[in-house]
């Protein structure tokens, strides 16, 4: 009988911690496959669209131009002014109803402003009603 007790005394205990090796091992495994397999994929390519000309190029074309610290230039043929993000729409609207039909405004900027600043430009222009917005690109490395 003394050895029935002692193993009714010693039941099995439960684990109380999960055993964390499989789990380590897997991910070592997974990690060594991508590893293995990144350099071999091939980079997918990207269709960029291109810059050309239009068939219609106008005549006469007025110039916001976006500064590094944000502000910005209304450049017209007659004169270069500074104006403010609220009235930049305005005043290129004023320009292009004073001029012929055949007129675009051109928002140009260095390739240092952020991109939110040339945003900004041109949804103000389209609320202002201004027609045929653009953007400056420069052609070549």
Do not use: H
Request: proline residues 5%.
């Amino acid at each position: 009988m003394p050895a029935m007790a002692s193993r009714n005394g010693s039941r099995r205990r439960s684990m109380n911690e999960i055993n964390m090796v499989p789990f380590i091992d897997v991910m070592l495994v997974l990690l060594i496959i991508f590893m293995v397999t990144a350099p071999m994929l091939t980079p997918g390519m990207i269709d960029v669209p291109s810059v050309g000309k239009g068939k219609n190029v106008p005549k006469v074309v007025a110039q916001v131009i976006v500064n590094k610290d944000g502000s910005l230039q209304l450049k017209t043929p007659d004169a270069t002014r500074t104006v403010t993000q609220r009235e930049v729409g305005d005043a290129a609207l004023r320009w292009q109803k004073d001029q012929s039909k055949d007129t675009a405004v051109i928002i140009s900027a260095d390739k240092g402003v952020q991109y939110e600043a040339v945003v900004k430009a041109m949804d103000a222009l389209q609320k202002a009603g201004v027609q045929r917005v653009g953007l400056s690109v420069k052609q070549g490395g």
